[in-house]
C-alpha cells in the first residue's frame, strides 16, 4: 500500500501498487465503491497484467482519508488524484474507470492532461443524475446532508443491499453525500463537453444489454469508440471478466 497527502491539511490517498512496465495504469473506481476490491482481478488477467498499476481509492473512500472539511466535488477528485499522481512520479498513464470513476477520470485528464495518456471508461458517468432516483441507484441525493448524517445512510444500507454495502460502508458519511450530490448536478463544461475536446484516445465500455450510451453519434463523432460487452450489468468486470479484458487489452493496445 502507497499513500500520498493531497490536501493542504495533510488528508492522504491511498492505493495498492502492483509494480509492472510503464506506462503506468491507473484504476478508479465507482461511487461507494474501492479499487483494491473491485480492480484487483482485472490487473491481475492474463490479458492486463504487467503494468504498474495503482488501485487507487478516491478520497473519503476504501481506505483513504475521510476528512469532513473537503468539498468532495468532480473537479476537486480530480485534483486530489491528481496530487497522489505527481507524488508517485507519474505522467502519460492508462487510466480504467468504472461509473463516477469516469467522471474524476475524464475531468483529471481534462485539468492535468500531461498526467493522462488514455482513458477506458467502463459504463461510465456522462450526465447529471434525473431528480428521482433511479431503480439501481443510492437514492442518496435525494437527501439533505443533515437528512442523510441523521438518518439517510442506514437507510441507504438498506436500499443499496449487501453486496454494494459492504464497500461503501467503508466511506466517509460526508464524503459519501457529498460526492453524490456533486456527481447529481454534473459540471460545468460538461462531462460530455470535456471528454469531446479530449485528444487523447478514449473508449467507453457498456452493457450490451443497455444499448449504446445517450448521443451515441455524438461520441463517435468526438473521436470516442464506443464498445458493448455481452453478458454483463453495470459492474462489467465483475459479471464478463474475460470479454471485459479483452476489450481493455484493445483499448488500451491499439486493437
Do not use: K
Not at 502492483?18 to 465507482?30: A, D, N, Q
Not at 491528481?82 to 498513464?93: G, S, Y
Not at 442518496?140 to 441507504?156: K, V, W
Amino acid at each position: 500500500m502507497r499513500h500520498a497527502p493531497v490536501t493542504p491539511n495533510g488528508d492522504q490517498i491511498r492505493w495498492v501498487e502492483i509494480p509492472g512496465t510503464e506506462p503506468t495504469r491507473l484504476y478508479l473506481h465507482g461511487l461507494g465503491a474501492t479499487s483494491p476490491v473491485y480492480w484487483a482481478a482485472a490487473a491481475a488477467h492474463p490479458l492486463l497484467t504487467g503494468r504498474r498499476s495503482l488501485l487507487l481509492d478516491l478520497l473519503g473512500f476504501g481506505i483513504s482519508d475521510r476528512p469532513t472539511d473537503f468539498g468532495y466535488t468532480l473537479e476537486q477528485h480530480a485534483d486530489a488524484v491528481a496530487a497522489a499522481l505527481e507524488a508517485a512520479e507519474v505522467t502519460d498513464a492508462e487510466v480504467v474507470a468504472h461509473s463516477l470513476g469516469g467522471a474524476v477520470a475524464i475531468l483529471l485528464a481534462a485539468r492535468h492532461p500531461r498526467l493522462v495518456a488514455s482513458l477506458v471508461l467502463v459504463d461510465s458517468v456522462l450526465d447529471p443524475a434525473p431528480p428521482e432516483p433511479a431503480p439501481g441507484s443510492s437514492g442518496i441525493a435525494a437527501y439533505t446532508e443533515e437528512e442523510f448524517l441523521a438518518h439517510g445512510r442506514q437507510r441507504t444500507e438498506e436500499r443499496v443491499g449487501a453486496f454494494w454495502w459492504s464497500t461503501m460502508r467503508l466511506a466517509g458519511p460526508e464524503a459519501l453525500y457529498r460526492t453524490t450530490v456533486h456527481r447529481a448536478r454534473g459540471t460545468s463544461p460538461t462531462l460530455r463537453e470535456h471528454l469531446a475536446g479530449l485528444s487523447v484516445p478514449r473508449t467507453c465500455l457498456h452493457p450490451e444489454a443497455d444499448g449504446e450510451p445517450a448521443d451515441a453519434a455524438g461520441l463517435r463523432a468526438s473521436g470516442v469508440t464506443l464498445r458493448a460487452i455481452p453478458d454483463c450489468g453495470h459492474n462489467i468486470m465483475f459479471d464478463n471478466p474475460d470479454a471485459f479484458a479483452v476489450a481493455v487489452s484493445d483499448a488500451l493496445n491499439g486493437g
